[in-house]
């Protein structure tokens, strides 16, 4: 698609993939209100009183139906939002289109590459000659991160002249980032200064985001206050685990269709996310086995009834792989290399860099076939056997079918808004 | 569509939706052949005494990508077939495409009217001046209705050269069928009287259609020898149960996205189906409760801490409403008035007899509204609110998903080609 | 204890442990009255009519709280009531006590030796001058056996005047069944010859029993008509099935104290009963490996996740062994002695040659170290590593806890009632 | 039983049931010690260092069989030890014989009276005039509770001359506590100012005790360091979770032998223990229902599937309550009178006092029928219908059945033993 802004009939700003789909958004955000009576509560209480009148708000988080659904009651307490998606897939752009046509600058559709997700991403941060934004919703960083690694660079330009060089990096998406960044220098050199001196502060919402602060913390490098949402309970212990225990089997089903009764399922990692994935293959019949380095989890998988052993142990005789444990290099290349034809990869952690995607790609003679998108079945050269990995290694629940339920998210938006508020 | 037969460059009959999906449909067939064991040990084991050679066979059982692999299997057995769906839902296009392309003659789409529906079925068994069909591979007796009514119709016309006529029913559906007869009858009045004859028998798929036979066998009215697949123990207790375990959620979930966890959800009917949908709700963190008039089948819901009630007392509590009966009339229009806001009713049994459509479409002042292709929003006049009923009454899980998957289809499949065989 | 027939005031015969546990009995069957509506209702509906009057039954069937209830159901319907248990270990003294005081003649006790075993069978089938009985309530068919073994011995001996000799066998049992028919002989060499003309007929409770029946009828050697009442889906599908489920762990938790949760278990057979267990054990947070060698069970197994191998693959790894099958030699003493020390070994099948228990007490230099009352534990001299068996191989639930609970027993015992009245 | 303090041979204290159940008691301390690889792993990693050489310990938890592991392990480390149970049911006799014979001084027995309770932990206290202890574990707060009072009593005599006045409360348990600390103070008034000195630490083991300590501190009140062994996670989600989802059920089915499935079962809190319990109800076919004052606790339980209702909405439709909360007051009277007959009502939480037991006893006209220790039936004098309450009120899993299984205490106590070493 071509960059480019454009503009409602009320001179709002956005970029979505087809405005045409603002009616259907329109009909699910309203079945989507009946399901989250958390942030329906909070409109009826809060928004007398417009708490957030004024406020600027950017968020930077999967731009889907029950997004929607906090995006309005955001507004409805009185604030400005632009908004962009915090993952290449996990657009609807039916809700994108609804919301952009109705209440607020949106930047996202389904199927980004990493260029347009950056752009977008500094889309829903530029307020414009006002500035803005006062407060940051972010999922998982990107959007804290590019304030960050602006003001690093507007600092060292000033002090030295420099500008940042995409090339100084080896990893792909850190030259886009370093590449905007190095652009918008050009034109506003104090860009990123003036956001950090308005920021009110950042609210997060997952657990990789939170890491990510709590290391800018102890380094001494984070900018602006920081609300760690996904420690709430009614998060983390309820969208971490029930969510994805619904979105984990939706996932898998929309994307292969395949009977997980039956099956050998590892679920890589048992924290919130992996209990949600292991109780919901387990219950749906198939034979799971976890790997955990946490003893204290290990523990509480046996006591489920749920053996832990090590990839190693199991690669070659299970069916289904899922990572959920916010860490990076969990299956790779090598791995897949080994496993059953048509076996399933996927993951349900935050980042993509769990599954070794890069070593997939570049594995030579490997085949690519795609059967749709985000379900690509990946054929190794000697065995002409495959794997079946989901959204490319990203978050599957989000880029193979439309994420956690309303409900859930209800729980966890609730927390956004009343710590925003 | 204009209902006109169209034909490959060999010369095979077909009419589907866009033959452009071949390709699609043929990567996800080729995906489930490595899922269904039993049809593909089927072709390895009697594919080469090729025991189907020169049998004309036609189907009448759902089009999409598990049938696929079952219709492949009996072409490689050397048989020829001619295909319909069951359900004007539950077509996948890029299945039907794949097959008319390369396999077999297929007659189906998905969202059919029943006037393209029976025009389908009637091509499924027009095996042109040669003759045939030998064999039908039936899935709640269409087919089987059709040549029965058919062959009625000639005897009638014989001695009395009356012809079928249309008026005689209030049944809307059954005006087609007679429509269909008397169309024919002009063309030629022995048509169903050299199927009859021909036919060797047909074997069928479920218990709806298994009940039918049974009834016309007792009646002194069965035509032609019938084989009851559904009691098959690899099909009843797999199929049904196992089958819907999985295809009841995935319907729920592509067609409404809503949380199943802490939903109250009342299961109409704990036989086979019945208990797969229940323990799928169960684990999905529903709170499930059961009607049932089989005193044996309630207390086995009880053994399992499932509370059974009447639909009566549950009606305005509830948020999920699945009919798994089999039989005609569960959910009234009356019943449906007293639900619960954006309640969902859907039907995961044979017909769309078990919710009154009728009454829901002919409710004066109600509006329907459609979200999405098979989930409509029922809005009642009195009280603004509404229901949402998946696949117009019909099979969900064809309808809003894919239908069960591949494993369990290979169960209840092998069991057809092997009494086909 | 001496083997002496007692008598009550009244006159009634019996033989029990300790007659002062009447009362505690009787406390606990007005509770176990409670629990068993079906039983109850019986008394109400036929009591009135008295349908049994002047029937004399024999019954062989565990003689616990629950057939107490039975035993006093059949009283109210009219009959004169004569019982003995069917297995060593399975009285519960306080019911027995109970009975023998105020309904019935009961011959039984816990920790029969074998030879009292049949001493009280024969004893329960002893209607003296007068004759009886007229119907037999059997479970695995230890009196029809005695009757139809007696019947054969006074037929060779009219005809050759040969009295059956206890060492013409290698088997400790049937040694014992010769002895007392031979002894039996000597005093009334009609016994069996009337009994069986006068006999109505059997109603067998249990699949081994019946499985016994089957033969004989087969062989043309049933002597009398039999009804099966353990096909009745009240019994089958709910005692074997929810009983097991709730009185394996019982009988585990009292005999060994030891933690399910995080343990691997073994179940041999996944019939009605190994589907109870398997699904106990399960939900209790073991991890579950069935064995099995009829591929529908295997297959439904593999459908709930549970892993189907043989006990060569898993003998040395897993910590609870439970048989199921309603077959002998399932798990021999060159199985055990690869097993993990202190792994539990206990048989849940009707008779106590599901394990090799022969071959245990017989190895060369085992010894076995009573820690209580049916909990062995059996120390192999190699190793010096142990395994617990439980109630000495035969039924543990009975043997070690208290059987099935009431309410279950009920649904059982309603279809005796029934069928025999 | 006379309270006189009695001697091994080799001059070591203690007070037990029957001495000659030490081989059994022996026989399952080994059994045990398998079960128990946390404890036998500190014995292996500590032992050679003797860290608790020369402490002098006493003890106030239950005293079974995996406790005397954990005595064992103290002894194995160094320590000499005192005991006493926390619980007046809770000793197992034969467990408390071995130790008394082989390992440490220990004052219990199974059913002692309030009396005899609190004379056991003051001699479990009572190091002579070496004084002592250096360390206790506790486990409720019994022992800590005791020191506070008396050092409190000594205190107020010092200055006033003032003695405890025993009828100065209601509470009958306190006025024995009062009883026991005037009478030592004639005997030596700075008793428990020596203890007091002398004592290192104590260390908690449950929450109704950590609850008192925190108060305690609060209030300025507490007298010595005390260490929160509860909240570890390898206890609290552990102990209190699978702990009970084994002991729960094997309370009551030794105490009622009841089926669980089919009933419906009502569990008062949905903390750890709660959550543990429901689950085992849950799985084995009861039909549960939540009462929780806490909302994310009762938004758990939705998500699962479990209805949150009031006391009142169930009280006369249930057939188990089950109290877990560590509250007072939590099953009255007045709910019990209200129950269906023979519904059964126990108390899994730390004290006897969610059960309004006093309110049963004084209740006019009602009668007490014991149908074994542990169980008994308290009928109404208005409706004859009676419920069945457990233990008196008191922790049923160790009243009617032998307390969590040694694995998950092996994680408990692995947590004491590391604190207090």
Redesign the interface.
Known sequence: MALLVEKTSTGREYKVKDMSQAD?GR??IE??E??MPGLMACRAEFGPSQPLKGACITGSLHMN?QTAVLIETLTALGASVRWCSCNIFSTQDHAAAAIARDSASVFAWKGETLQEYWWCTERALDWGPGGGPDLIVDDGGDATLLIHEGVKAEEEYEKTGKIPDPASTDNAEFQIVLGIIKDGLKVDPKKYHRMKERLVGVSEETTTGVKRLYQMQANGTLLFPAINVNDS??KR??DNL?GC??SL??GL??A???????KVAVVCGYGDVGKGCAA?L???????IVTEIDP?CA??A??????VLTLEDVVSEADIFVTTTGNKDIIMVHHMRKMK??AIVCNIGHFDNEIDMLGLETYPGIKR?T??PQTD?WVFPETQTGV?VLAEGRLMNLGC??G?????MS?SFTNQVIRTA
Chains 1, 2, 3, 4 share one sequence.
């Open positions: 259907f009909l699910e079945l989507a009946v399901e139906i309970v009614t212990k309820f029930y225990r619904q089997p939706d089903m929309r292969t269709d395949v009977m997980i009764a039956g919901a387990k219950q749906a019949g198939a034979r799971v204290i523990l509480q046996l006591m489920e009834g749920i053996p034809n048509n076939i059967i749709k079945r079946i079918a439309t956690h339920p309303s409900f859930v729980c």
